[in-house]
């Protein structure tokens, strides 16, 4: 009964872990096409991404790369950067103009 109840929750967890892969997966992807519509348009120096979800270090890496397909030209030399004060960025910045 133990071994039974071990694997199912193994198993649960394996199962929401993929989950989790597939839903990163997902956001990347739509940011890469959103930001890639930006650049198209406004074609920026630099892109700061904020927020809590800029503390996740794989989309400085996986978002670049999957842009090159959505922006003209198949080149994309615009880098993608962190918040200098991270995800409290948006709390300063509110903080500064009161």
């Known amino acids: 009964m133990v071994r039974r109840f071990v694997a199912l929750t193994l198993w649960l967890e394996w ?36 927020g809590g979800m800029s503390n996740v270090e794989r989309l400085y890496t996986n978002v670049p790369v999957l842009m090159r397909q959505w922006v003209m030209g198949g080149e994309c ?20 103009l009161w």
Do not use: F, H, W
Not at 18 to 46: G, H
Not at 77 to 96: E, N, W
């Open 15 to 50: 199962r929401r872990a993929m989950r989790k892969q597939k839903c990163i997966a997902r956001y990347e992807d739509r940011l890469a096409r959103a930001l890639a519509s930006v650049v198209n348009m406004v074609d920026p120096d630099v892109i700061v991404l904020g």
């Open 77 to 96: 030399a615009t880098p993608i950067v962190k918040a200098k004060y991270g995800d409290s960025s948006g709390v300063r910045g509110a903080a500064r």
